[in-house]
């Protein structure tokens, strides 16, 4: 697959930002669609996919603030 050196900058951001959460890989297959993927590792059941790395880098964020959300322990009523 070919990135152009914008998608470059943002895979390399991505994988500095987010590898340390989630497992980040790229398809070399020229017909995926969804070639950038995340799978969680609190969560290996989980797939993110999008056509670029700034779209994934989106995804995980949302992903990951939902996740923490949920994690957050509640007020008492």
């Known amino acids: 697959m070919r990135m152009t050196v914008e998608e470059r900058d943002q895979w390399e951001c991505l994988l500095a930002d987010w590898s340390a959460a989630y497992d980040i890989t790229r398809s070399d297959d020229e017909d995926d669609e969804l070639p950038f993927k995340a799978v969680p590792h609190a969560d290996r059941q989980a797939l ?17 603030a939902r996740r923490a959300a949920a994690a957050a322990p509640q007020d008492p009523p």
């Open 48 to 64: 993110l996919e999008a056509a670029s790395p700034r779209l994934l880098r989106a995804m995980i964020r949302e992903d990951h």
